[in-house]
C-alpha cells in the first residue's frame, strides 16, 4: 500500500503470513481522514509505516493483536488534524519508533501503553497519558519540540542512562522535569507535574524557606539504584519565585523535606530552570524552594573612584563567594573600571546566600590642547602661538603651561607671543578644572632676515646721473635676492640693485630687497640734486699780450 488517501473509516487485516506495509515510501504517504483499524490475524507482521515512508492520521488509530514494532525503517507517523484522537491497542504494548504530534487542535489520547523507540517530535497539540496508559522512552529515545503549546499532560517514564527532560505540562503550561544519566541501562524514571500544592508533609530542614504553595513534580525511580541530579523549571505562574541564583530543588526523604541545592541554573525571576547540586537518595516528591538569605557583599576600590579618562581603578568583590556576577556581565572576583557608571556586583556565599553591593566610579573627559598650526616667519618678526581656542572639552576652567618658555612673552598664557631667532617645537600642556591634563606640540621655524648696512645719501649735479644702491651691504639672509625701488622714475631700472638715478629734484628712494625665504627689510638713500654754478664774463682788450683767465 501507499500514496493513498482514506476519507471514511479504513479497516486493514493481515491474515497472511508475510508483511504487510500499510503505507511504503516508494508508493508514496497515505493519508487517513477518518479513524483507521489494523488488525494481524496469521503470523504475517502487520506495520503501519514502512521503512522512508510518512503516515498521517487525523482519526482514532486502534491496533488489534500487533507485536510492539508497528514501524520499520526511518518511517514517521504522524497525528494530525483538529479533532481528538485516540491511539489505543486491544492488548499487550504499542511500540512505535518516530512519532510526530501535529495538531491544530484538541489531543492525542493513549488508550494503552505507548512506547517511543526513537524519536518523538513535538510541534502542536498534546499527548493525554496516564499511569496505566503510560507513555516510555526506549533507552536512547529523544524528545524535541515541546513548548506551551505541545506537551505530554501525565506521566512519562524513561528507560535506560540517558540525560533526559521530561516534556511534561498541565493546564496550558509547560513544565518539564530534567535528570542526569543514571549509571544502569535498565534504570526506569517516571516523572508527571501537578499543579497543586503537595501533601507529602510540612516537616522540613532549615534551609529549606519558601517551599512551593503551587505546585510539585512527582519522580519515581524502579530498575536500579543509579541516582542522578533532578532539574525543576518554573515561569511567570509560579509561585514563591526568586533570582535564578537563589532558587532551589527541594525534595521529600520520606519523612520531612530536603533542600538538594542549585548546582546549575538558567534564565531569571521569571522563567528559567534549576539543577540540584546533590543527588537525592529518595525520589517520590519534589519541589521547588528558595533562599531568602543574604550575603556580605562589598566592594574595595583599589584606589580614586573619580578620575580622569585613560585611567582604572580596580574593583574587588568580597573574598570567598562561589559565584560571581557583575553588571558588566563578568564573572570574575575583581574587574577594571574605566568608564563612569555604577558597578554592581551580585555574589553568592558558600551557604548559597545572595547579597548585592555598588560602587560608582565617576571619570572625567580629559581637554583637548591645541598649540595651533606649524608656522615659519622671519626673525626680527612676532608670531601669536596656540589655537582658536587653545583648550576645549573637559571642564572649563582650564590652565596653560608651554615649554620651553624662551621667547614667549607669557609662557602661562593661552596665545603667547614669539619673538626669537631661533625655532624650536613647543609643548602646550592644559589643565582642565578637575586637573586632567592633554598636551599638544607646535612647530615653529624661523627663517634668518635681511639686515641690511651702508647706503648713505648721494649728491649729484643737475642733469648728471648718479649710481645709488652700490654702497648697501646685506649682512644677513637667504640670496638670492630681489629688490624693487620706489619711486621708480628717474631710475634706469627699479628690480635691480644698482639703479642709475637721473633726477630732476632731490630725492628720496627706498629700496625693498627681499629674499629667497621671502624674508623682507627697506632701506632709503637720499639723492640730493646741486644746481650748477653760471661763471662771470670778463672784457677782452686788444693789446699784445692776452691773458685769459
Not at 493513549?110 to 496516564?130: N, Q, R, V
Not at 580622569?308 to 564573572?331: E, M, Q, R
Not at 649729484?460 to 629688490?483: E, H, K, M, R
Request: hydrophobic share 35%.
Amino acid at each position: 500500500m501507499g500514496g493513498n488517501t482514506f476519507n471514511s473509516n479504513v479497516d486493514v487485516t493481515n491474515n497472511s503470513t508475510g508483511n504487510l506495509y500499510a503505507s511504503y515510501a516508494a508508493s508514496g504517504s497515505d493519508n487517513y481522514n477518518a479513524n483507521a483499524t489494523f488488525t494481524k490475524s496469521s503470523s504475517g507482521g502487520m506495520f503501519l509505516a514502512g521503512y522512508n515512508a510518512t503516515v498521517y492520521f487525523k482519526g482514532d488509530v486502534t491496533l488489534n493483536n500487533i507485536s510492539t514494532a508497528q514501524q520499520s525503517g526511518s518511517s514517521v507517523v504522524v497525528f494530525t488534524g483538529t479533532a481528538g484522537q485516540t491511539l489505543t491497542q486491544s492488548s499487550g504494548l504499542m511500540g512505535f519508533n518516530r512519532i510526530t504530534v501535529n495538531k491544530a487542535s484538541n489531543n492525542l489520547t493513549l488508550g494503552a501503553p505507548l512506547t517511543i523507540g526513537t524519536a518523538l517530535t513535538l510541534t502542536s497539540g498534546k499527548i493525554i497519558s496516564t499511569s496505566t496508559n503510560l507513555l516510555t522512552f526506549a533507552d536512547n529515545a529523544t524528545v524535541s519540540g515541546a513548548s506551551n503549546s505541545s506537551y505530554v499532560e501525565g506521566p512519562v517514564a524513561k528507560t535506560g542512562n540517558d540525560i533526559f527532560t521530561f516534556p511534561i505540562g498541565k493546564s496550558g503550561t509547560y513544565r518539564p522535569l530534567g535528570i542526569s544519566a543514571p549509571a544502569s541501562t535498565a534504570t526506569i524514571f517516571t516523572a508527571d507535574y501537578i499543579p497543586s500544592v503537595q501533601t507529602a508533609g510540612s516537616s522540613a530542614d532549615t534551609s529549606v524557606t519558601n517551599l512551593s504553595t503551587c505546585e510539585h513534580w512527582l519522580l519515581s525511580r524502579s530498575g536500579s539504584s543509579s541516582n542522578v541530579n533532578v532539574t525543576l523549571s518554573w515561569n511567570s505562574t509560579t509561585c514563591n519565585r526568586a533570582s535564578a541564583l537563589n532558587m532551589r530543588v527541594s525534595g521529600w526523604s520520606g519523612s520531612s523535606w530536603t533542600n538538594h541545592g542549585n548546582g546549575a541554573r538558567t534564565g531569571n525571576s521569571t522563567a528559567g530552570t534549576v539543577t540540584s547540586s546533590t543527588n537525592p537518595s529518595a525520589y517520590n516528591v519534589f519541589a521547588l524552594s528558595n533562599k531568602t538569605c543574604t550575603a556580605t557583599a562589598a566592594i574595595t576600590p583599589s584606589g580614586a573612584t573619580t578620575f580622569c579618562a585613560g585611567n582604572a581603578v580596580t574593583l574587588t568583590a568580597t573574598a570567598g563567594a562561589i559565584n560571581y556576577l557583575w553588571s558588566t556581565t563578568a564573572i570574575t572576583q575583581a574587574i577594571n573600571a574605566t568608564t563612569s557608571a555604577t558597578y554592581t556586583i551580585n555574589l553568592t556565599d558558600t551557604s548559597g546566600c545572595n547579597g548585592i553591593a555598588n560602587q560608582v566610579v565617576t571619570v572625567h573627559a580629559n581637554p583637548v590642547a591645541n598649540a595651533g598650526t606649524d608656522t615659519t616667519f622671519c626673525s626680527f618678526n612676532t608670531v601669536n602661538l596656540g589655537g582658536s581656542p587653545s583648550a576645549s572639552s573637559g571642564t572649563p576652567g582650564y590652565s596653560y603651561t608651554w615649554s620651553p618658555a624662551d621667547y614667549l612673552d607669557n609662557a602661562f598664557g593661552a596665545n603667547p607671543n614669539f619673538n626669537g631667532i631661533i625655532g624650536s617645537q613647543y609643548v602646550l600642556e592644559v589643565s582642565d578644572a578637575n586637573g586632567c591634563l592633554d598636551k599638544d606640540t607646535v612647530q615653529v621655524t624661523v627663517n634668518p632676515g635681511v639686515l641690511l648696512n651702508g647706503g648713505g645719501s648721494k649728491t649729484v649735479c643737475a642733469g648728471s646721473g648718479v649710481v645709488i644702491g652700490n654702497d648697501i651691504a646685506i649682512l644677513s639672509g637667504i640670496g638670492p635676492y630681489t629688490y624693487s625701488w620706489s619711486p621708480n622714475t628717474n631710475l634706469d631700472d627699479d628690480t635691480i640693485a644698482t639703479p642709475l638715478s637721473t633726477p630732476v629734484t632731490s630725492t628720496t628712494y627706498t629700496v625693498e630687497i627681499t629674499d629667497a625665504n621671502g624674508c623682507q627689510t627697506t632701506k632709503d638713500v637720499n639723492v640730493t640734486v646741486a644746481p650748477l654754478v653760471n661763471a662771470p664774463r670778463k672784457k677782452i682788450t686788444a693789446q699784445r699780450n692776452i691773458v685769459i683767465d
